[in-house]
């Protein structure tokens, strides 16, 4: 059983940057397809970016964050990491990293192995 566990989220301003990093814990995850969300009070879990298993090669980013975001993964360090570059407070809510098990990698019931989540407040 694969535990994940995100870190590096906090408050910060308009502009500022952020790593958030996912680490997995019990097995490796090397070997599977990795996917941020992110969650606002009130609104329903939605897909940040992905990353494709092993190299890392594949990478898909919602339109609101491309160009901004970069998910890269270690595996050596058996991490996932997303960097956030200029950030909006539109960004503010509670990130979650999981892995791909079903069909739909923007969708967030294909995930399982939740963590806890972080925190990612930006004040304007």
């Known amino acids: 059983q694969v535990s994940l566990e995100e870190s590096g989220g906090g408050l910060v301003q308009a502009g500022d940057s952020l790593r958030l990093s996912c680490v997995a814990s019990?097995?490796?995850?090397?070997?599977?397809?990795v996917g941020w969300f992110r969650q606002s009070p009130g609104k329903e879990r939605e897909f940040v970016a992905v990353?494709?298993?092993?190299?890392?090669?594949?990478?898909f980013y919602t339109d609101s964050v491309r160009g901004r975001f970069t998910i890269s993964r270690d595996n050596a360090k058996n991490s996932v990491y997303l960097r956030m570059n200029s950030l909006k407070p539109e960004d503010t809510a509670v990130y979650y990293c999981?892995?791909?098990?079903?069909?739909?990698?923007?969708?967030?019931?294909?995930?399982?192995?939740w963590g806890q989540g972080t925190q990612v407040t930006v004040s304007s």
């Open positions: 019990g097995r490796t995850v090397s070997d599977h397809i």
């Open positions: 990353i494709s298993a092993n190299t890392g090669r594949t990478i």
């Open positions: 999981g892995i791909l098990e079903g069909d739909n990698w923007a969708d967030e019931h294909s995930y399982a192995n």
